[in-house]
Nanobody, 124 residues
Framework: QVQLVESGGGLVQAGGSLRLSCAAS????????MGWFRQAPGKEREFVAA????????YYADSVKGRFIISRDNFKNTVYLQMNSLNLEDTAVYYC?????????????????WGQGTQVTVSS
């Protein structure tokens, strides 16, 4: 049974940093693309970043490019999202997800497995 467990969310001031973690278990993820999505109140879930587990190739939404970094630790089976220079618009619930698609990394519908989400709140 695949399980994705996020952690690391919290309250941070604008300009600050947070690192989210996603512990993955239940199978070998070498063939998967791991993604981070977020959903703010009243808004649709949106793509943030993705990484291909085997190659390490990473992809970012324009809104976070240059501020966020996605990475993975093969030994710990964990994916990270380092978030820097946070602003009020980054406030959302952040979800970790896993997909077998190597192409549609930015489309939520292609992700079969999801974590429960972790809240990130940026204050002014």
């Amino acid at each position: 049974q695949v399980q994705l467990v996020e952690s690391g969310g919290g309250l941070v001031q604008a300009g600050g940093s947070l690192r989210l973690s996603c512990a993955a278990s239940g199978r070998t993820f070498n063939s998967y693309t791991m993604g981070w999505f977020r959903q703010a109140p009243g808004k649709e879930r949106e793509f943030v970043a993705a990484i291909r587990w085997n190659s390490g190739n990473s992809y970012y939404a324009d809104s976070v490019k240059g501020r966020f970094i996605i990475s993975r630790d093969n030994f710990k089976n964990t994916v990270y999202l380092q978030m820097n220079s946070l602003n009020l618009e980054d406030t959302a619930v952040y979800y970790c997800a896993a997909s077998l698609s190597q192409t549609y990394y930015n489309i939520a519908g292609w992700y079969a497995y999801w974590g429960q989400g972790t809240q990130v709140t940026v204050s002014s």
